[in-house]
Every structure is written in C-alpha cells, then in structure tokens.
C-alpha cells in the first residue's frame, strides 16, 4: 500500500466533510491518502440559475479534468451532482451507505410555523423543487437560491421569504439543520439524493480495488434505478424529475415523476419488483413515463429552458 491515494474534492464545507468521511475510511483500510481541494465552476458563478448555465455536470467537470490530467486519483461528489454519463475512463468506484433522502424547508426563525395557505415566497435553485412545490401550492413565488448550505442559509435568514429548501442529508453531515424546519414527505427527492460516490480512473486498478471496499450494495444498487430512470428520461437536458427506490422484503419500490417548469403538469409512477428482476427497472419504469405524455413534456421542456 506505498501509493498515495490523491482525494479530489471541491472546497465546500460540505464537501470537505464527504471528503473526509472516505479518507478516513480509507485510511482505516491502511491506505495512504492526501486532500487536494478545488473550485468548481458551480461554486464560482452564484448569479444564475444552474439550469441557464448549460453544463452538465457543473459541479464535478473540474475535478473530471484533474482525474483525466493526472492531478488526482480519486473524486468525492454528492452522487444527485454526477451526470449519468461519465466521461471516457472514469467509472464509479464504490456508493457510500445512504443518509437522508428528505428534502426539508428551512423557515423563518421568528415564526412557529409557516401558513402555505396564503401567498408566500420561498427560494430554491433546484428546477425539481421549484416545479414540485408549484404544483402543490400554485399560488406562491419562487425565487432562486444559490450558493453552499452555508451561504444559503445565511440568504435565508437575510431576505423576506418565507424560507427555503434543502437536502436533509446535507444540513445534517455538516451539524447545521436547524430546529425551524420540516421536512417535505410529499416532496420526490432528485436521483441519489443522499448518496455520496467516489469516482476513480478506469485503468487505476490500485484506487478501484481500494474504493471497492467502501461499496455499499443496497446504496449503489437503488441510486443505480434512480439514476437509469433520469438518464432514460432527459436525454441530456435538465429537467424537473424526482425518483427514489427502496428495497423492502427483497423488493425494490420505485416512486418517480416528471413535471412541467410550472409545476402545472405531474407524470408519476410507482412500481414494486423483486430485487433478482431488477434489471434495467429505472429505465422501464421511464420508458412508461414517456409513453404516458412525457415525450412531449420533455420537449416543452427543453424549448422553454
């Protein structure tokens, strides 16, 4: 184990965390490792949405150039951040054991609780959200949000919304999920939300065998579902979708959807298999989306982004 394991990882507090979370699993192996910590474009552009940005993959191409470039030998990411398609040599390494998928609404401190029953502003960067929470409450304004849960919640509490929306799994890594929250149980989370990969070069056969040993099988195989129906369904464009799978008694329950921008239009599926059948099942379960209108949403979609 003479070799040095280079951990590539943006520079956020929470991926710090992330990154840390596997060098000290890493290092609990016998492995030597070091941190090398970058700055995404993601991180560098706060004044647009991400959607009218136009780069797939945002927040991981950066640290996909210092695998490729030899500067790194391994990258930490947020799995719901990772494109589906990886580019040419990088695979996936192992899927770390799944925290939270919830999303959760942060609301304003010096209010019990929030009344959705009138007209009120809430902030998200997320398409996802924004759709969703159109679709349950049509009459309210969403505002974009950008920036690392740091920065963010700070906006939250600086402006006149009546909060915002995040990830559990994020606010809780980093010890920062205030107790003026909810969480969203009718909300779909993105793809892998809560799940944290580790990709390593295809021809490293050193970091593949070491990253492998932190695989987590129920993790890497519902994430796997998700990520088959988001690829099956966007073709390359950022869209609003939700999906998350669970394996209960052997079986993995898979609940997806597509909305429009405006939250107007919802397609949804729910469907259960046994895990043994479960091939290409996230892709299937797409394939009946866009049969069932999800074609033409898409493309409504991508003429309106």
């Given at each position: ?5 280079r951990?590539g990882t943006?520079?956020?507090e ?11 699993q ?15 474009t ?6 647009k ?6 780069i797939?993959g ?5 640290l996909d150039?210092?695998?490729i470039n030899?500067?790194?030998?391994i990258?930490?990411h947020?799995?719901?951040d990772?494109?589906t398609q ?13 925290a939270?998928t919830?999303d ?6 010096d209010?019990n ?5 009138k007209?009120?502003?809430i902030?998200t ?11 349950k ?5 969403v505002?974009?949000?950008r920036?690392?849960?740091?920065t963010r919640l ?10 915002a929306?995040f990830?559990k799994a994020g ?9 003026n ?15 944290m990969v580790?990709a390593v070069m295809d ?5 593949k065998?070491?990253?492998a040993?932190l695989?987590d099988a ?7 579902v ?5 690829r099956?369904?966007e ?7 939700g999906?998350?799978?669970?394996i209960?008694?052997d079986?993995i329950?898979?609940?997806g959807?597509?909305?429009?921008l405006?939250g107007t239009?919802?397609l949804?599926i ?9 091939l290409d099942f ?5 394939l ?9 949403l898409m493309?409504?979609?991508?003429k309106?982004?």
């Open positions: 184990m003479a070799k040095t394991i951990i943006r520079d956020s929470l991926a710090l965390w992330q990154a840390h979370t596997v060098q000290d890493l290092e609990n192996l016998g492995y030597k490792t070091e941190l090398i910590s970058v700055k995404s993601g991180d560098l552009i706060l004044d949405p991400l959607y009218e940005l136009g797939t945002i927040f991981t191409k950066t150039v210092a695998m030899g500067d790194v030998d990258a930490v947020s799995m719901k990772v494109p990886l580019p040419n040599g990088i695979v996936q390494g192992a899927v770390l054991p799944r939270a919830e959760i609404f942060v609301f304003k401190k209010k609780a929030t009344d959705f029953t007209s009120v502003t902030a960067g997320s398409l996802r959200r924004k759709a969703q929470w159109l679709n409450y049509p009459k309210h304004q505002v974009d949000l920036g690392n849960v740091n700070q906006k939250v509490a600086d402006n006149d919304w009546a909060g929306v990830a606010l809780e890594r980093i010890n920062l999920k205030p107790e929250h909810e969480v969203l149980d009718w909300m779909i989370p993105a793809p892998a939300q809560g799940a580790i021809n490293d056969a050193f970091c065998e070491a990253c040993k695989n129920d993790a890497a195989l519902t994430t796997k998700e990520r088959e129906f988001l099956k369904l073709g390359g464009c950022t869209a609003p979708i999906a998350i799978a669970k209960e008694d079986h329950h898979f609940h959807a597509l909305f429009s405006d239009q919802k949804e729910k469907e259960s298999i046994p895990v043994s059948e479960c996230g892709a299937l379960c797409a009946k989306i866009l049969e069932e209108g999800g074609r033409e493309e409504a979609i991508k309106e982004l």
